[in-house]
């Protein structure tokens, strides 16, 4: 199967900096969007940021001028009080302008705290209410596989969302079906709103679990670009192939960046103000690049030409 | 499972974590439930990772051992309810009102009312309440849903007194039922003393004579504020019911008060299609009151924005049902299909907010 067919998106719609400024000008932008609505998901928001980052940075076939084409690679934000990251991404991609993440949360806006995928374009699909993404995503990539274009699907999954049925009646599915097409990365930042997932309804071995129905598993630090990238080129080769579908358990840190309330259960949702906001920023800063006029090169990717 | 908070070592007084500037309230639906425990060895509670969220955190703080973590699984919650309920307890699960009463819905009709056992299913944070969280934790179609199940009760408490009477006053049911809560704990009081609720009785909470405002939890408070302002005006003479009651229906009581009024408002936090205002229509079309009847409520998803945004822009807030309750009054349409909060009201509302919000933290650029 050849997926590099001249009607697939470019690989490579780029952010305008550099891969770590990519992931600080995220977490920066989870921040301000938060001072915008006077409440953020800073938890959730900031451990998947550097996941995020890595996926925008070259891998997923996505084309702003042509948003909605049917053979873009898609991504499900399962965990979708995590969107103000995903908005920064999509802005800095040029799926909209910036800027209009001042209306964020305000009345009448396209972008509140969960996605709408008939507001926003980039948001692949609406998500909120947790458990739900992964059936979507293997709806997306039984679709792909029947269209042979070699699209491919990934559904980001809080390790607490795994509590919900819905995602292991998915698993079962797509593990069944080799829908090798299908990347999930569960963002194993372990907590939860009433305490660590620990406390709260532990679900390590995490790995076993999906092992059991399925799925290649491989377990990962998500603050780590390169072992993101070099996870990512496995999934490629594995789909290249036709093998079982992919799970990312990547352990990260909530709040990452933010060493005031990094790992806290109790800033899932909270609000940094005044002197706090501007510490935090700070904080971020040294990472913090101004954007280049043209999108800088993609990343390679080792399987780039490898189908 | 011990739940403790720790505090974050910040520096502006602004700041603020999961349980908000304001702290966590003395009393909330955790503590009457666990005096009620203290009571009672019936009862148990439990949530769905929404412990904080919910105000059920005294529960587990006072009784440990009756207190179930179900971690992010509504539809297992529920199920476990059940089989609690099945050897002789009385549950109360709580968990946001969207995935208390859709995502669980099947578990609620066949394992809590097709049983007919004695599950207290508690939904919170209803209606448009959550605001910018957006359509996926918005509740406004629960009424419509859990309206037509057999064997359910649905109360729908209009602040925490009328929490705590209709806890008290539906403990002894042998079926389940579904709390309907507007925000948990929060929110304007309507009433002072837990006897001016009692279960299945519509609560008069302002006498009038020229229309009658039928609410019920969230909006209660708003619908009084707007009799209040017009009466105060000598505008009109307005009635306000509360209709905690859901189902089953008081039909006979509402068809009574409509009977006494020119018209009726019915203000709903909740699609008008299968909401309180269907339930009016059919009690006054079925006890032959030929009252007219209009439904205020939402006719769609909503729009995003904060919750106390939204309120007035889709019209109910105080200053909204008094313009809706004043049009009844003069135009009497005959058409009642047609929404008396109109697409200019709601635009005049986007537009004053949105030159408002623009002014906003101009320093803030995204680029």
């Given at each position: 199967m050849s997926i590099d067919t001249p009607t697939r998106p470019p690989r490579g719609a780029s952010p305008t900096r550099s891969r770590e400024a990519f992931a600080a000008h995220i977490r920066r932008t989870v921040l301000l969007e938060a001072e915008i609505a006077g409440s953020g998901h800073y938890g959730p928001s900031l451990s998947c940021a550097d996941l995020l980052a890595a996926l925008y940075s070259g891998f997923l076939r996505v084309d702003p001028a042509d948003a909605d084409r049917l053979d873009r690679d898609r991504l499900v934000l399962s965990k979708g009080h995590a969107c103000s990251a995903l908005y920064a991404v999509l802005a800095d991609l040029g799926f909209f302008p910036a800027e209009e993440l001042r209306t964020y949360t305000r009345l009448g806006t396209a972008y509140g705290d969960h996605p709408d995928m008939k507001k926003v374009a980039g948001i692949d699909f609406s998500s909120g209410a947790l458990g739900h993404g992964l059936s979507i995503a293997v709806g997306m990539a039984v679709h792909a596989r029947l269209r042979g274009d070699g699209a491919r699907t990934v559904a980001i999954v809080g390790d607490g969302e795994l509590n919900e049925g819905q995602i292991w009646e998915a698993a079962g599915y797509a593990g069944a079906n080799r829908l090798s097409g299908l990347l999930a990365i569960v963002d194993v930042n372990t907590v939860c709103v009433d305490g660590t997932t620990r406390e709260v309804l532990d679900y390590e071995p995490i790995g076993d679990k999906w092992a059991a129905f399925g799925w290649a598993v491989e377990r990962i630090d998500g603050h780590d670009a390169d072992a993101i990238d070099a996870a990512l080129a496995r999934f490629e080769a594995r789909h290249a192939a036709g093998g079982a579908p992919t799970v990312l358990v990547a352990d990260t840190v909530a709040g990452k960046g933010i060493p005031a309330i990094e790992g806290m259960a109790e800033w899932h949702i909270g609000y940094l103000g005044g002197s706090d906001l501007a510490t935090a920023l700070e904080q971020l800063g040294t990472r913090v690049e101004e954007p280049t006029d043209d999108h800088a090169a993609p990343r390679p990717i080792a399987t780039e030409e490898g189908h | 499972m011990p739940l403790e908070r720790r505090t974050t070592v910040l520096t502006d007084p602004s700041s603020y974590d999961h349980e908000g500037r304001a702290g966590y309230p003395t009393r909330s639906i955790g503590s009457i439930l666990a005096d009620l425990a203290d009571e009672d060895p019936r009862i148990m509670a439990g949530s769905a990772d929404l412990t904080w969220s919910t105000f059920l955190a005294d529960f587990p703080a006072r009784h440990p051992d009756r207190f179930i973590q179900a971690g992010i699984a509504e539809r297992n919650l529920l199920g476990i309810a059940a089989g609690l309920a099945s050897c002789g307890a009385v549950p109360y699960m709580s968990t946001f009102s969207a995935f208390a009463s859709m995502q669980s819905l099947d578990v609620i009709r066949n394992d809590h009312a097709y049983t007919n056992l004695p599950v207290r299913t508690i939904g919170t944070?209803?209606?448009?309440?959550?605001?910018?969280?957006g359509s996926s934790h918005h509740a406004i179609e629960d009424i419509g849903a859990l309206r037509s199940i057999p064997n359910l009760t649905v109360v729908s408490p209009a602040d925490l007194v009328a929490t705590e009477a209709l806890i008290r006053g539906t403990v002894d049911l042998p079926g389940p039922v579904y709390f309907r809560l507007?925000?948990?704990?929060?929110g304007p009081d309507v009433y002072e003393t837990t006897s001016e609720v009692v279960f299945g009785e519509p609560t008069v909470v302002r006498r009038g004579s020229d229309i009658l405002v039928v609410a019920s939890g969230i909006t209660v408070h708003a619908a009084r504020d707007a009799a209040d302002a017009l009466r105060a005006d000598g505008r009109l003479d307005v009635t306000v019911v509360d209709l905690h009651t859901i189902r089953p229906f008081p039909a006979q009581a509402v068809a009574d008060l409509a009977a006494q009024h020119d018209a009726v408002v019915v203000v709903e936090d909740h699609v008008v299609d299968g909401g309180l205002g269907t339930s009016v229509l059919t009690a006054l079309a079925d006890l032959d009151v030929g009252v007219p009847a209009y439904r205020h409520g939402l006719h769609d998803f909503a729009i995003f924005g904060p919750p106390t945004h939204l309120y007035r822009y889709y019209g109910l807030d105080a200053e909204g049902i008094a313009t809706v309750v004043e049009r009844v009054s003069d135009r009497a349409p005959r058409d009642r299909t047609i929404p008396l909060w109109e697409e200019a009201d709601r635009s005049r509302v986007l537009a004053e907010q949105q030159a408002a919000d623009a002014l906003r933290k101009p320093e803030i650029t995204f680029a």
């Amino acid at each position: 199967m050849s997926i590099d067919t001249p009607t697939r998106p470019p690989r490579g719609a780029s952010p305008t900096r550099s891969r770590e400024a990519f992931a600080a000008h995220i977490r920066r932008t989870v921040l301000l969007e938060a001072e915008i609505a006077g409440s953020g998901h800073y938890g959730p928001s900031l451990s998947c940021a550097d996941l995020l980052a890595a996926l925008y940075s070259g891998f997923l076939r996505v084309d702003p001028a042509d948003a909605d084409r049917l053979d873009r690679d898609r991504l499900v934000l399962s965990k979708g009080h995590a969107c103000s990251a995903l908005y920064a991404v999509l802005a800095d991609l040029g799926f909209f302008p910036a800027e209009e993440l001042r209306t964020y949360t305000r009345l009448g806006t396209a972008y509140g705290d969960h996605p709408d995928m008939k507001k926003v374009a980039g948001i692949d699909f609406s998500s909120g209410a947790l458990g739900h993404g992964l059936s979507i995503a293997v709806g997306m990539a039984v679709h792909a596989r029947l269209r042979g274009d070699g699209a491919r699907t990934v559904a980001i999954v809080g390790d607490g969302e795994l509590n919900e049925g819905q995602i292991w009646e998915a698993a079962g599915y797509a593990g069944a079906n080799r829908l090798s097409g299908l990347l999930a990365i569960v963002d194993v930042n372990t907590v939860c709103v009433d305490g660590t997932t620990r406390e709260v309804l532990d679900y390590e071995p995490i790995g076993d679990k999906w092992a059991a129905f399925g799925w290649a598993v491989e377990r990962i630090d998500g603050h780590d670009a390169d072992a993101i990238d070099a996870a990512l080129a496995r999934f490629e080769a594995r789909h290249a192939a036709g093998g079982a579908p992919t799970v990312l358990v990547a352990d990260t840190v909530a709040g990452k960046g933010i060493p005031a309330i990094e790992g806290m259960a109790e800033w899932h949702i909270g609000y940094l103000g005044g002197s706090d906001l501007a510490t935090a920023l700070e904080q971020l800063g040294t990472r913090v690049e101004e954007p280049t006029d043209d999108h800088a090169a993609p990343r390679p990717i080792a399987t780039e030409e490898g189908h | 499972m011990p739940l403790e908070r720790r505090t974050t070592v910040l520096t502006d007084p602004s700041s603020y974590d999961h349980e908000g500037r304001a702290g966590y309230p003395t009393r909330s639906i955790g503590s009457i439930l666990a005096d009620l425990a203290d009571e009672d060895p019936r009862i148990m509670a439990g949530s769905a990772d929404l412990t904080w969220s919910t105000f059920l955190a005294d529960f587990p703080a006072r009784h440990p051992d009756r207190f179930i973590q179900a971690g992010i699984a509504e539809r297992n919650l529920l199920g476990i309810a059940a089989g609690l309920a099945s050897c002789g307890a009385v549950p109360y699960m709580s968990t946001f009102s969207a995935f208390a009463s859709m995502q669980s819905l099947d578990v609620i009709r066949n394992d809590h009312a097709y049983t007919n056992l004695p599950v207290r299913t508690i939904g919170t944070h209803t209606g448009i309440s959550m605001g910018y969280f957006g359509s996926s934790h918005h509740a406004i179609e629960d009424i419509g849903a859990l309206r037509s199940i057999p064997n359910l009760t649905v109360v729908s408490p209009a602040d925490l007194v009328a929490t705590e009477a209709l806890i008290r006053g539906t403990v002894d049911l042998p079926g389940p039922v579904y709390f309907r809560l507007g925000r948990g704990a929060s929110g304007p009081d309507v009433y002072e003393t837990t006897s001016e609720v009692v279960f299945g009785e519509p609560t008069v909470v302002r006498r009038g004579s020229d229309i009658l405002v039928v609410a019920s939890g969230i909006t209660v408070h708003a619908a009084r504020d707007a009799a209040d302002a017009l009466r105060a005006d000598g505008r009109l003479d307005v009635t306000v019911v509360d209709l905690h009651t859901i189902r089953p229906f008081p039909a006979q009581a509402v068809a009574d008060l409509a009977a006494q009024h020119d018209a009726v408002v019915v203000v709903e936090d909740h699609v008008v299609d299968g909401g309180l205002g269907t339930s009016v229509l059919t009690a006054l079309a079925d006890l032959d009151v030929g009252v007219p009847a209009y439904r205020h409520g939402l006719h769609d998803f909503a729009i995003f924005g904060p919750p106390t945004h939204l309120y007035r822009y889709y019209g109910l807030d105080a200053e909204g049902i008094a313009t809706v309750v004043e049009r009844v009054s003069d135009r009497a349409p005959r058409d009642r299909t047609i929404p008396l909060w109109e697409e200019a009201d709601r635009s005049r509302v986007l537009a004053e907010q949105q030159a408002a919000d623009a002014l906003r933290k101009p320093e803030i650029t995204f680029a």
